[in-house]
Protein backbone atom coordinates (compact mmCIF):
# COMPACT_ATOMS: atom_id res chain seq x y z
CA UNK A 1 0.00 0.00 0.00
CA UNK A 2 1.37 3.51 -1.06
CA UNK A 3 2.12 5.72 1.56
CA UNK A 4 -0.81 8.71 2.71
CA UNK A 5 0.07 11.52 0.45
CA UNK A 6 1.13 14.87 2.46
CA UNK A 7 2.25 18.02 1.49
CA UNK A 8 5.66 18.93 1.28
CA UNK A 9 6.60 22.40 0.29
CA UNK A 10 8.81 23.84 3.01
CA UNK A 11 12.90 22.64 3.52
CA UNK A 12 12.50 21.51 6.63
CA UNK A 13 10.39 18.09 5.66
CA UNK A 14 12.18 16.15 4.08
CA UNK A 15 10.05 13.00 4.91
CA UNK A 16 6.55 12.16 5.96
CA UNK A 17 5.40 12.00 9.23
CA UNK A 18 4.28 14.18 12.43
CA UNK A 19 7.15 15.33 13.57
CA UNK A 20 8.98 16.20 10.46
CA UNK A 21 9.25 19.80 10.73
CA UNK A 22 9.99 19.75 14.50
CA UNK A 23 11.31 23.97 14.28
CA UNK A 24 9.06 24.85 11.93
CA UNK A 25 5.78 23.10 14.38
CA UNK A 26 7.13 24.45 17.28
CA UNK A 27 7.65 28.42 16.62
CA UNK A 28 3.70 28.73 16.06
CA UNK A 29 3.84 29.23 20.13
CA UNK A 30 4.74 32.42 19.17
CA UNK A 31 1.53 33.06 18.44
CA UNK A 32 -0.36 32.12 20.82
CA UNK A 33 2.14 34.25 23.49
CA UNK A 34 1.21 37.25 21.15
CA UNK A 35 -2.76 36.41 21.67
CA UNK A 36 -2.32 35.96 25.49
CA UNK A 37 0.04 39.08 25.50
CA UNK A 38 -2.99 41.11 24.44
CA UNK A 39 -5.91 39.54 25.83
CA UNK A 40 -5.78 40.63 29.36
CA UNK A 41 -5.74 44.26 28.39
CA UNK A 42 -9.09 43.48 26.57
CA UNK A 43 -11.21 41.54 28.71
CA UNK A 44 -10.49 43.44 32.46
CA UNK A 45 -12.07 46.57 30.95
CA UNK A 46 -15.49 47.15 31.20
CA UNK A 47 -16.34 48.09 27.97
CA UNK A 48 -14.53 45.00 26.13
CA UNK A 49 -16.36 43.55 23.28
CA UNK A 50 -16.76 40.44 21.44
CA UNK A 51 -15.36 41.26 18.16
CA UNK A 52 -12.26 42.56 19.93
CA UNK A 53 -12.06 39.39 21.75
CA UNK A 54 -12.26 37.26 18.97
CA UNK A 55 -9.84 39.00 16.93
CA UNK A 56 -7.10 38.09 19.56
CA UNK A 57 -8.35 34.43 19.91
CA UNK A 58 -8.36 34.51 16.48
CA UNK A 59 -4.17 34.90 16.75
CA UNK A 60 -4.27 31.67 19.12
CA UNK A 61 -6.30 29.77 16.30
CA UNK A 62 -3.43 30.74 13.48
CA UNK A 63 -1.23 29.17 16.00
CA UNK A 64 -2.84 25.95 16.15
CA UNK A 65 -3.95 25.29 12.24
CA UNK A 66 -0.56 26.41 11.12
CA UNK A 67 0.84 23.75 13.73
CA UNK A 68 -1.18 21.31 12.87
CA UNK A 69 -0.27 22.01 9.20
CA UNK A 70 3.16 21.56 9.78
CA UNK A 71 2.93 18.60 11.60
CA UNK A 72 -0.10 16.52 9.41
CA UNK A 73 0.45 18.21 6.21
CA UNK A 74 -2.80 17.50 4.73
CA UNK A 75 -4.79 19.10 2.63
CA UNK A 76 -7.38 19.74 5.41
CA UNK A 77 -4.71 21.08 7.56
CA UNK A 78 -3.83 23.24 4.86
CA UNK A 79 -7.37 24.66 5.01
CA UNK A 80 -6.97 25.08 9.08
CA UNK A 81 -3.86 27.04 8.61
CA UNK A 82 -4.93 29.35 5.88
CA UNK A 83 -8.76 30.15 7.04
CA UNK A 84 -7.84 31.69 10.54
CA UNK A 85 -5.28 34.16 8.65
CA UNK A 86 -7.88 35.27 5.91
CA UNK A 87 -10.59 35.53 9.14
CA UNK A 88 -8.03 37.64 11.10
CA UNK A 89 -7.61 39.86 8.07
CA UNK A 90 -11.24 40.68 7.58
CA UNK A 91 -12.31 40.56 11.27
CA UNK A 92 -8.92 42.83 12.20
CA UNK A 93 -10.15 45.47 9.35
CA UNK A 94 -13.63 45.44 10.96
CA UNK A 95 -12.72 45.86 13.99
CA UNK A 96 -10.80 48.96 12.91
CA UNK A 97 -14.13 50.45 11.01
CA UNK A 98 -16.25 49.96 13.89
CA UNK A 99 -13.70 52.14 16.35
CA UNK A 100 -13.37 55.04 13.97
CA UNK A 101 -16.84 54.89 12.59
CA UNK A 102 -18.21 53.92 15.95
CA UNK A 103 -22.32 53.21 15.47
CA UNK A 104 -21.87 54.81 11.60
CA UNK A 105 -23.41 51.81 10.21
CA UNK A 106 -23.68 52.62 6.63
CA UNK A 107 -19.89 54.32 7.27
CA UNK A 108 -18.56 50.73 8.34
CA UNK A 109 -20.67 48.70 5.36
CA UNK A 110 -18.74 51.46 3.15
CA UNK A 111 -15.33 50.60 4.46
CA UNK A 112 -15.89 47.27 3.81
CA UNK A 113 -17.04 47.01 0.66
CA UNK A 114 -14.23 49.15 -0.51
CA UNK A 115 -12.20 46.65 1.30
CA UNK A 116 -13.12 43.80 -0.26
CA UNK A 117 -13.27 45.33 -3.68
CA UNK A 118 -9.90 46.03 -3.20
CA UNK A 119 -9.03 42.82 -1.95
CA UNK A 120 -10.82 41.27 -4.90
CA UNK A 121 -8.63 42.92 -7.71
CA UNK A 122 -5.52 42.35 -5.79
CA UNK A 123 -6.22 38.61 -5.84
CA UNK A 124 -7.02 38.97 -9.36
CA UNK A 125 -3.82 40.39 -9.92
CA UNK A 126 -1.94 37.85 -8.08
CA UNK A 127 -3.57 35.11 -9.65
CA UNK A 128 -2.61 36.48 -12.79
CA UNK A 129 1.34 36.29 -11.72
CA UNK A 130 0.68 32.88 -10.69
CA UNK A 131 -0.51 31.32 -13.96
CA UNK A 132 1.40 28.90 -15.54
CA UNK A 133 4.13 27.53 -13.31
CA UNK A 134 5.01 27.61 -9.58
CA UNK A 135 3.66 30.13 -7.28
CA UNK A 136 6.03 32.94 -7.43
CA UNK A 137 8.49 33.86 -4.08
CA UNK A 138 7.62 30.74 -3.03
CA UNK A 139 3.98 31.39 -2.30
CA UNK A 140 4.13 34.36 -0.47
CA UNK A 141 2.54 36.88 -3.16
CA UNK A 142 -0.99 35.14 -1.58
CA UNK A 143 -0.44 38.16 1.20
CA UNK A 144 0.29 41.00 -1.06
CA UNK A 145 -3.35 42.18 0.29
CA UNK A 146 -2.56 42.45 3.72
CA UNK A 147 0.71 43.89 3.09
CA UNK A 148 -1.10 46.68 0.60
CA UNK A 149 -3.78 46.81 3.71
CA UNK A 150 -1.38 47.50 6.47
CA UNK A 151 1.12 50.06 4.07
CA UNK A 152 -2.21 51.82 3.43
CA UNK A 153 -2.98 51.68 7.20
CA UNK A 154 0.22 53.14 8.17
CA UNK A 155 -0.69 56.22 5.65
CA UNK A 156 -3.89 56.81 6.77
CA UNK A 157 -2.82 56.96 10.35
CA UNK A 158 0.06 59.05 9.80
CA UNK A 159 -2.11 61.71 8.04
CA UNK A 160 -4.81 61.78 10.57
CA UNK A 161 -1.88 62.09 12.74
CA UNK A 162 -3.47 59.36 15.29
CA UNK A 163 -0.99 57.23 17.41
CA UNK A 164 -1.57 54.14 16.14
CA UNK A 165 0.39 55.05 12.85
CA UNK A 166 3.90 53.97 14.93
CA UNK A 167 2.00 50.33 15.72
CA UNK A 168 1.12 50.39 11.79
CA UNK A 169 3.95 51.08 10.60
CA UNK A 170 6.47 48.81 12.92
CA UNK A 171 3.91 46.19 11.75
CA UNK A 172 4.30 46.65 8.19
CA UNK A 173 8.76 46.55 8.06
CA UNK A 174 8.62 43.61 10.14
CA UNK A 175 5.66 42.08 7.80
CA UNK A 176 8.31 42.41 5.13
CA UNK A 177 11.03 41.21 6.88
CA UNK A 178 8.77 37.79 7.33
CA UNK A 179 7.67 37.67 3.74
CA UNK A 180 11.12 37.73 3.07
CA UNK A 181 12.06 34.68 5.17
CA UNK A 182 8.70 32.80 3.95
CA UNK A 183 9.47 33.28 0.31
CA UNK A 184 13.36 32.62 0.82
CA UNK A 185 12.93 29.18 2.51
CA UNK A 186 13.62 26.80 -0.10
CA UNK A 187 16.56 28.78 -1.72
CA UNK A 188 18.53 28.51 1.29
CA UNK A 189 17.65 24.94 2.57
CA UNK A 190 21.31 24.02 1.27
CA UNK A 191 22.85 27.20 3.13
CA UNK A 192 20.95 26.78 6.09
CA UNK A 193 21.53 22.67 6.63
CA UNK A 194 17.86 21.43 5.66
CA UNK A 195 16.42 24.37 8.26
CA UNK A 196 14.99 26.81 5.77
CA UNK A 197 13.59 29.85 7.02
CA UNK A 198 10.10 29.53 7.26
CA UNK A 199 10.24 29.50 10.68
CA UNK A 200 11.11 32.84 10.97
CA UNK A 201 8.13 33.88 8.69
CA UNK A 202 6.76 32.27 12.12
CA UNK A 203 7.89 34.14 14.58
CA UNK A 204 7.68 37.44 12.44
CA UNK A 205 4.49 37.27 11.34
CA UNK A 206 3.44 36.63 15.24
CA UNK A 207 5.55 39.84 15.92
CA UNK A 208 3.88 41.38 13.85
CA UNK A 209 -0.09 40.34 14.67
CA UNK A 210 1.02 40.88 18.68
CA UNK A 211 1.87 44.61 17.25
CA UNK A 212 -1.41 45.11 15.10
CA UNK A 213 -3.51 43.39 18.59
CA UNK A 214 -1.19 45.88 20.85
CA UNK A 215 -2.35 48.84 18.36
CA UNK A 216 -6.06 48.42 18.88
CA UNK A 217 -6.28 47.67 22.31
CA UNK A 218 -4.06 50.59 23.45
CA UNK A 219 -5.00 53.26 20.82
CA UNK A 220 -8.27 52.28 19.38
CA UNK A 221 -10.35 51.90 22.57
CA UNK A 222 -14.04 51.32 22.21
CA UNK A 223 -16.07 54.42 21.71
CA UNK A 224 -18.27 55.16 25.40
Known amino acids: MD ?14 GFWAEPVNALTNLAFIIAALVAWPTAWRRPERGLLELTVIALVAVIGVGSFLFHTLATP ?4 LDVIPIWLFFFLY ?23 IM ?10 LASRGGEAPLNGSLQYAPALVAMAIASVVAV ?14 AIFIMS ?13 TAGLGTHFLWHILNATVLGILLQGAVRELPPKN
Do not use: N
Open 76 to 79: FSAA
Open 179 to 191: LTFRSLDQSTCMA
Open 118 to 127: GFALLVYLVG
Open 93 to 115: ILLLFVRVAGEKTFDIIGYMIGT
Open 3 to 16: PAPYIDIYCERAAA
Open 159 to 172: WRDHPVWRYFAGAT
